[in-house]
């Protein structure tokens, strides 16, 4: 008799087990980057300023990543165009607070580089990073030219 009154405890209990492993399972993928969905973790400073992760971009140049060279970028993080930014380039897709971050940290320490960002950020539609670059006065850009060097440089693989 015993036996019977168990099994529809554990008819309710397994399926809540199972349940429940398998949300563990999924959730310790997730964090570790495995699954389909899952872009994984920042592989260096230009993907996580590029995905606008402000945590990140001061982790890695804490572990001596520098955003003023070139670095991989996977597809997704911005565009399929552009896989191959410097980390100050993939900051305009990030934001003004990276771009602002990289700066206060004196990353963007001439005009030339100022300029060449600013002409991205017109050319992406990144108008709060064009502001912010700009406070001392707006340069001539040719439309498309900075944006098609970035994007030049992707395809040079």
Known sequence: MSRRAALPGIAVVVPALFATVAVLVFAVRELSGTTPLSN???R???EAAGAGQ???????????????RFWPVR????????TRPTGLEAAIWGGRNIVEL????????DDGTR??????????????????????GAPS???GAAFASVK???LQR
């Open 40 to 42: 994984g973790p920042m």
């Open 44 to 46: 260096n400073v230009a």
């Open 54 to 68: 402000s945590s990140e971009v001061l982790r890695l140049l804490r572990d001596g990543d520098d955003p003023r």
């Open 75 to 82: 597809p997704e993080i911005i565009s399929s165009y552009v």
């Open 102 to 109: 990289l700066d206060q940290r004196g990353f963007i320490a």
């Open 115 to 136: 300029v060449h960002l600013t002409c991205l950020a017109k050319d992406a539609g990144k108008t709060e990073v064009v502001e912010y670059l700009t406070a001392s």
């Open 141 to 143: 850009c040719e439309t």
């Open 152 to 154: 030049d440089r992707s």
